[in-house]
């Protein structure tokens, strides 16, 4: 008799729950699945409807934040002027939160508005962004309910960036711009353009116009390849800036240099020993120029590393490194100029040297901060310079003791051109397979003894491209890595454990998808 009457009632109560729990508004923020996680959330247990009639208070250069959220919203909110609204969303700049810093922010959300403040647009940028994460949710009959709550939000480290090879495999300026947006929605603010390499010279430059117009006619493989026009690469600037993300631009010398040799005789090192394979002598149309009897090399279409270098007896070679570091400075408006450096195996340590002392003069000449792979620690350099560390910490710790500041990119947890493991299909693992969790699961502060938090700038997770072709490529390699990598960059390093980020992450996935992305769905991640 008492079991007949209690499973029914049972039965009835689950069913009248779960109906309920269909239809009742999310309720708490603090259990978002925000990427990166936040320094601090608080929850007030009620609900922000967002509609068609809410509207956009803000500032008419912030409208392109405006979009971007109507564009997550996916409806159309019209812009106000200052006022009161029955449902508004307020972007403000507001002195009085000079303690989040100028990447800071304060969402809060109330049942009738939405206020992002920021001392700076950058803040404003990514209050935004954390906004638009919260506006991916299924809706409730039909209605678009965001949480109530305070999120007060700032980064930890100053430098989060990600690296991307446009040398071995060249990318529209289409395809960048997508990137830039999507490191950018993850709030990291730093793309490293690594512009020329063994197998394709990507930026115009005009006083050696050859470099682009034979040196970037192919690529890994022996495809087209291409390079970006000054007015180009501005516009790659200019999209980055209102993002709040600095393009760093790398000619790495004085190795990795051969679509440079292979434009102008005059640069060549006539010791220069070729890779058995990918010799190419570039199509009709280009061609290297003589100078005098001095040829210049072949294009290069393979993927072998540090067999090339500028040579310091070649007259023409530190014009080169001159006007080249010249035009590009001239050009970038961020502080940085990356030289490269790294793998110059067939470089004579003394004049390795000599070449580094130089770049460094020459950056600094044209008010630029040098950067460098690790391998720069042998030359003079001091805390004028950073150094990026990859794969010695012996080079990194010698930078570090010279004053330098690091970039922490250790192959072995942020190249996101290892694969995942031996089934990827595309990728390399010279350094390691990096799961999902591998590449989470560490701390820059740590990582090299004798390296401390007080050394490093940030983090910087790089995408080598010998393998990787197309922007789908681009993608599946780095997502979901890279906004992990984002989130070490980010959130506090005693807020961030894998156990906790894998079902966040899971949850994150449809995000993912709205934006577009076509993302590994590592079998460490229960994926929703
Ligand atoms: C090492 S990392 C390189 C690159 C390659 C990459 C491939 C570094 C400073 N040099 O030239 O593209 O490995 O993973």
């Keep these: 008799m008492m079991k007949a009457l209690f499973r029914p009632t049972l039965i009835f109560s689950l069913v009248v729950f779960l109906v309920s729990c269909k239809n009742t508004p999310p309720t708490n923020l603090a259990t978002e699945s925000l990427i990166p996680k936040p320094v601090s959330v608080t929850a007030t247990g009620k609900a922000f409807e967002l509609s068609a009639s809410t509207v956009l208070v803000l500032n008419d250069e912030y409208k392109m934040l405006g979009d971007s959220i109507s564009a997550a919203a996916g409806v159309s909110l019209k812009f106000e002027k200052e006022g009161t609204y029955k449902s508004a969303i307020y972007l403000k700049i507001d002195s009085a939160l000079a303690e989040l810093g100028r ?4 969402l809060t959300i109330e049942p009738a508005s939405i206020t992002v403040k920021a001392i700076d647009r950058a803040g404003l940028f990514y209050g935004t962004q954390t906004l638009i994460q919260l506006l991916t949710r299924p809706r409730v009959e039909n209605n678009l309910l965001i949480p109530t709550g305070t999120i007060r939000d700032f980064p930890n480290y100053s430098w989060r960036g990600s690296m ?22 993850y709030k990291m603010n730093v793309l490293h353009l690594h512009l020329t390499d063994d197998q394709g010279w990507r ?17 890994v493989g022996g495809g087209k390849g291409g390079y970006y026009t000054q007015e180009d690469y501005k516009s790659i600037v200019a999209h980055a800036a209102q993002r709040n993300v600095v393009i760093v631009p790398e000619i790495d010398m004085p190795s990795h240099i051969n679509s440079a040799l292979a434009a102008y005789g005059s640069i060549n090192n006539p010791d220069t020993k070729f890779p058995k394979d990918g010799a190419y002598a570039g199509p009709v149309e280009t061609r290297g120029i003589m100078d005098g009897n001095n040829k210049p090399t072949n ?10 270098t500028l040579s310091l007896a070649r007259p023409s070679t530190l014009q080169f490194v001159n ?51 690790e391998e720069i620690s042998q030359a003079n350099i001091d805390g004028n310079s950073i150094a990026q560390h990859w794969a010695s910490e012996e080079h990194a710790k010698a930078a570090a003791a010279k004053g330098a500041k690091i970039i922490m990119s250790p192959s072995k947890k942020v190249y996101l051109d290892m694969q995942y493991d031996s089934t990827t299909r595309i990728g390399l ?86 934006l577009g992305i076509d993302f590994y769905r590592s079998p460490k991640v229960n994926w929703e």
């Excluded at 294009?299 to 090339?308: H, I, K, N, R």
């Design 103 to 106: 990447e800071g922010y304060e």
């Design 203 to 219: 930026i115009e430059i005009k006083s050696w116009p050859n470099l682009a117009v034979h040196g970037g006619t192919t690529q």
């Design 323 to 373: 006007d080249v570091i010249r035009e590009l400075a001239e050009i970038t408006p961020g502080p940085y100029f990356h030289i490269g450096g790294d793998e110059a195996h067939v470089t004579k340590k003394e004049d390795y040297i000599k070449f580094i002392n130089h770049f460094s003069e020459i950056v600094k000449a044209n008010n630029k901060q040098m950067i460098g792979w």
């Design 429 to 514: 693992h010279w350094a390691a397979y990096i799961e999902v969790d591998d590449c989470y699961n560490w701390d820059p502060a740590t990582r090299v003894q004798g390296i401390t938090r007080d050394n490093i700038m940030g983090i910087e997770a790089p995408v080598w491209t010998e393998t990787i072709e197309n922007m789908a490529d681009i993608e599946y390699m780095a997502f979901p890595r890279l906004i992990g990598v984002a989130e070490i960059g980010w959130t506090p390093t005693e807020a961030r454990t894998w156990d906790e980020y894998k079902v966040r992450l899971g949850k994150h996935a449809p995000h993912l998808q709205k």
């Design 164 to 185: 991307l090879d446009v040398s071995r495999h060249f990318f529209s300026v289409a395809d960048v711009k997508r990137y830039i947006d999507l490191i950018s929605h």
């Design 299 to 308: 294009l290069y279409t393979g993927m072998d590393v540090g067999w090339s």
